[in-house]
RNA sequence: GCGGGUAUCGUCAAGUGGUUAAGACCUCGGAUUGUGGUUCCGAUAUGCGUGGGUUCGAGUCCCACUACCCGCCCCA
């Protein structure tokens, strides 16, 4: 029997790679020059640590965390990380982080796990990457943090998505925005669909994003619209908001306001935002963040006013232009393994980019080899190596030349 | 967790119950023993996702399972 990859997980290789390492090398350059430094957390972490953070009413505690035993005698689960927000608020904890002057700014970059039925953009292990700014609540930080990800997407060449903003409101207007609506839902409580009647009680303001015909048709009446497009927030919330806006205009960053945005984290406060592609299928939202300055103190920590974002790497994948196979510098083209490993050896010292036959195959094999993947090719055959010259060709125009050292080769 | 679709070589595929499972690309070898990208020749699935069944005969029909894709849900 062959082992075959878990569902829902991938090999990422070949032609995907050199994509990948440049979402990365982008993400490293562009969140480095905002001044966030990367931090790597582990994959696995107390269960604890996300029923408390991620929150108890969100799907991800309740149906798609990978949690067991490590051992079998074990006392405590753990559980592979679904998300990294958690995870890094719990290091900076434990790390005593606030006792620095702030703000601490944080970008990483890994996989994420979360037990789902596998679909387009969607995968059991799956690549995150991601900010979190600590210790700042005005909204300059949230400004910060939208910009990075507008920054870092523009360095891809997606210049054209969709950002979504919203506001929540603090933990107080989110209470009485939370009441209001169900108040206003009540009458309509029976013609809800099963979920929403669900999410009546444990979460109602997830009723706003369902995508059942009929509730969407129920949010329609007037004044259910009403109670949701009525500005709910408190001043203070207000002001936070407006001056989020108003940064965002002078950064000539495109964005709409989503009244509907509420996001299926618990943890988020005011501030909420997506940003989203169209060419993306079902699973549009590529990157998703907001505010959420009460979980360090739900957590344990001195309460910290913070914002992040995280973006799902294969989606980002699948709608970038591919990056095409770029040719090595040098194939050394040589009836003689040692002297070509030995060239090899002393132009990769120089820098450059060097591969060659192992086998001794004939030369026509080699050159075939070599005009499939290289620039040059380099000559090193008996004459060569008798009379202490190079030829190298180019294997563009087919033009051949001698060099008496490999420093004229450089 | 629910609904729909698909499964033949590394890749893309033909195949509609009857010998030995087309073809193309890739790979490898030869024509060409030190010069490639063109051309020509040749090689490569005892096998059709897995396990059963129907049949004289199954890639083709039936059943089950599995995986993948798509939608719902959820989310990045």
């Known amino acids: ?120 953009g969607r995968q059991r292990q799956f690549y995150q990457v991601g900010i979190e700014m600590f210790g700042i609540k005005e909204a300059s930080a949230d ?40 108040e206003v839902l009540k009458p309509y409580l029976n013609e809800l669909c099963d979920e929403c009647k669900v999410r009546y009680i444990k979460n109602p303001l997830r009723i706003l994003d369902c995508k059942n015909e009929n509730c969407k048709k129920i949010l329609e009446s007037k004044e259910i619209k009403e109670v949701i497009y009525k500005d709910y927030i408190c001043n203070e919330c207000k002001e936070h908001f407006d001056a989020l806006k108003k940064y965002l205009d002078e950064l000539n960053i495109n964005y709409c306001i989503n009244k509907l945005l509420v996001r299926g984290l618990d943890y988020y406060s005011r501030t909420v935002f997506e940003i989203k592609s169209d060419a993306l299928g079902s699973q549009n939202a590529i990157c998703g963040g907001g505010r959420y300055d009460g979980l360090v103190e ?83 055959g008996e004459d060569e190596i008798n009379q202490e010259y190079y030829s190298i060709k180019d294997l563009n125009s087919g033009l051949q030349t001698r060099v008496n050292s490999i420093d004229d080769l450089i």
């Not at 929540?168 to 009485?176: A, E, R, S, V």
């Not at 006013?305 to 699948?318: D, H, K, N, T």
């Not at 003689?336 to 030369?363: M, S």
């Open 1 to 120: 029997m062959v082992i075959k990859a878990q569902r829902g997980t991938k090999d990422v290789f070949g032609d995907e790679i050199k994509t990948w390492q440049k979402i990365e090398k982008n993400a490293r350059e562009v969140f480095s020059k905002a001044c966030f430094e990367e931090i790597k957390t582990p994959v696995f972490e107390a269960t604890e640590l996300f029923s408390r953070g991620v929150g108890e009413s969100s799907d991800i505690v309740n149906k798609e965390m990978y949690t067991f035993y490590p051992k079998f005698d074990s006392k405590e689960t753990i559980t592979l990380r679904p998300e990294n927000t958690a995870g890094v608020v719990r290091a900076y904890i434990e790390h005593n982080m606030t006792r620095q002057s702030p703000p601490q700014k944080f970008f990483y970059f890994g996989p994420m796990f979360r037990y789902e039925r596998p679909q387009a």
């Open 143 to 182: 400004a910060e943090v939208i910009l990075a990800a507008v920054e870092f997407l523009k360095s891809l060449n997606l210049n054209n998505l969709k950002v979504e903003i919203n506001s929540l409101g603090c933990p107080k207007c989110k209470d009485d925005y939370r009441a209001s609506i169900k």
């Open 298 to 380: 739900m957590l344990g920590g001195n309460p910290t006013p913070a914002v992040g974002f995280a973006m799902g790497v294969e989606r980002l994948y699948s709608i970038i232009k591919k990056e095409q196979p770029s040719k090595i510098d040098y194939f050394i083209v040589s009836n003689n393994t040692k002297e070509a490993l030995k060239l090899a050896q002393k132009l990769r010292q120089k820098g450059k980019i060097v591969d060659f036959d192992y086998q001794n195959r004939k030369f026509a094999k080699q050159f075939e080899k070599a005009a499939k993947v290289a620039k040059n090719a380099i000559v090193l």
